[in-house]
């Protein structure tokens, strides 16, 4: 539907966005265990412009996970550089570069709805109103208006979920970490986020990182799609998206989940993640639907 | 009061384990009916008393005047009335005077004034427990190795009977005199009192302090949250569903503390010198000997009920996020 792009993402034509959000080299990350090495990641090589939405796909224990708690100086890699906006991982946590939704929600129990989106803000020192305000704005987005006063044990998975994003939105990162942020939602509310995702890294121009396992949203998503291979973990192929990214990005709307270029690209990430062959029964641990 | 520190102790385990598998949400029942259940507590505790009562006074009727003696030993009490006064008994003589000289105050006054000075020393020896008990968990929650090198100690501690040298502790203690300073009877007690009620407390605020799941202790990382930050907003919250119980039992092993510190060091105006003092007396007024201990029983209620107090203003933090 759209002009092809170069794999390396298009959004790099703003001035002030220049240095690439995330640049992993030659990155290796191994768990030392009791039974012996976990060789979870091996010669790892991703560039994510500023700006741009990088999914990670991949079977069950490819090392998505790792890769990404590696960029959020969660842990450390084994070998090889790891760069957050030109700053080491650890600088970029400290400068609060990122905001990061887990697959669990981890919501604090004690704390209500809105408290609950206010913690950074409030680790960090914003002002009581400015904090209000923005809590509510962000609540408005997810949809939770209603139930800022609640405490998480009174919400839905799904709505849990929300508010895990809403608080990973709150201070307006450049980039945003999401390890499998919509797994506990129903497929109504996915689309739903989904849709809205991509409105608002659109809005911010935040670049993201985001895991998942499923095939179409990791395609309705992206600008590019990293396909990954286990044991060890490696980047397998890096799909373009031809989706039309740029301005039309913003305009991704539930049209393009029934487009042709959507499915065709559904198919080239399948055979991507099935190492090339055509796509026979029976997919490990991706979900296809 | 043995009784009720082993129901406290039951307890913490229990409370925490039910606040983890806390089954999915708003499980609390409406208003209404808590309210309901609550009153049906009361009534359950009333009747508890009434059944006591009963089983007393139909053993002292049916049972045999010299108890029941097996192989020597006695495992039933003598029914007499000098052993076993009447519940109605032991009752009224609460409202009769103390002695029988004109100007003395009635019985139940007596002890409540004497239970009012031994909990506030209960209540001393509490907060020294609360500081040390906090402190220590804090110490031991921050550095493994603290822990490692304190726990056992913490643990053997309470294997001195320091009770047992209550007098010594009191010898000490007159010897202490910094400048204006100088240290009373009654801080002995609230001492002992402390060393009973550090333990729980330490032991309950460790698990508590450690008790975050590593996803929350990660985000507070994300946000590159200090050591302070993290322990105000994350460990102590946190913390709270293991202190309440803990708090709770600190508090009857104060007042059990209290009370046995002051029979040994003789200590006047509390609960514990008065019943030595009408247990002395008992040969002459049976009934009044008993008016100190329901005395104690009901200061070991009151103590571990003004924390349960405390965990109702904290309600919130005994919430757990809903596993979806
Ligand atoms: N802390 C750890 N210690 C030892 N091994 C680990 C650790 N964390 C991850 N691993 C191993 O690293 C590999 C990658 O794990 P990772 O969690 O990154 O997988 P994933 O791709 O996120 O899987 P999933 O899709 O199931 O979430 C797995 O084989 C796992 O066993
Ligand atoms: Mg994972």
Partial sequence: ?289 | MREQTETAVTDAPDVAMRDASAPARDTRPPRRARGGRRLATWLWGLAGIVAIALIWEVYKLLGPADGVVIGGARVLPRTTDLAMPHVWDMAGRLAEPVTRSASAQPLWLVIVLAALTTLGIAAAGWLVGLVVGVGLALVMQRWRIAEWGLLPWIVLSQTVPLIAFAPVVKSWGSRVEIGAFEWQDWMSVALIASYLAFFPIAVGALKGLQSPDVIHEELMQTYAAGYWQTLVKLRFPAAVPYLLPALRLGAANAVVGAVVAEVSTGLQGGIGRILIQFAGQASGDPAKAWGPIFGAVVLGLVAAGSVALLGVILKNYRRTEEAA
């Fill in chain 1, 1 to 289: 539907m759209s002009e092809p792009q170069d794999a390396s993402g298009s959004r790099q034509d703003r001035p002030t966005q220049t240095t690439p959000a995330v640049e992993v080299h030659g990155v290796d990350k191994v768990f030392e265990t009791r039974s012996g090495h976990v060789q979870a990641l091996e010669s790892i090589d991703l560039t994510v412009a500023a700006g741009e939405f990088v999914s990670l796909i991949g079977p069950s224990g490819c090392g998505k996970s790792t890769l990404m708690r590696l960029v959020a100086d969660l842990d450390e890699p084994t070998a090889g550089d790891l760069a957050v906006f030109g700053k080491s991982a650890r600088q970029a946590r400290l400068d609060q570069e990122y905001g990061i939704a887990f697959q669990q929600a981890g919501l604090l129990p004690w704390r209500t709805v809105a408290g609950n989106v206010a913690l950074p803000l409030e680790l960090h020192g914003v002002a009581s109103a400015a904090r209000a305000s923005r809590v509510a704005e962000l609540l408005d987005m997810v949809g939770l208006a209603d139930f800022a006063d609640r405490h998480p044990d009174q919400l839905s998975g799904g709505m849990q979920q929300r508010v895990a994003i809403a608080r990973a939105l709150a201070e307006q990162p450049r980039l945003l970490l999401m390890d499998e942020p919509f797994g506990a939602l129903d497929e109504m509310t996915r689309e739903k986020m989904q849709t809205e995702l991509v409105r608002i890294s659109a809005e911010t121009g935040a670049a993201v990182v985001f895991v998942t396992h499923s095939i179409p949203e990791a395609v309705f998503l992206s600008d590019r799609v990293v396909v990954m291979s286990p044991r060890p973990g490696r980047i397998r192929e890096i799909v373009p998206m031809r989706l039309g990214a740029e301005a039309e990005r913003a305009e991704r709307t539930e049209e393009l989940r029934e487009e042709r270029a959507f499915f065709d690209m559904v198919t080239a990430v399948r055979e991507a993640l099935h190492g090339g062959s055509p796509v026979g029964a029976g997919a490990r641990g991706v979900e296809t639907r």
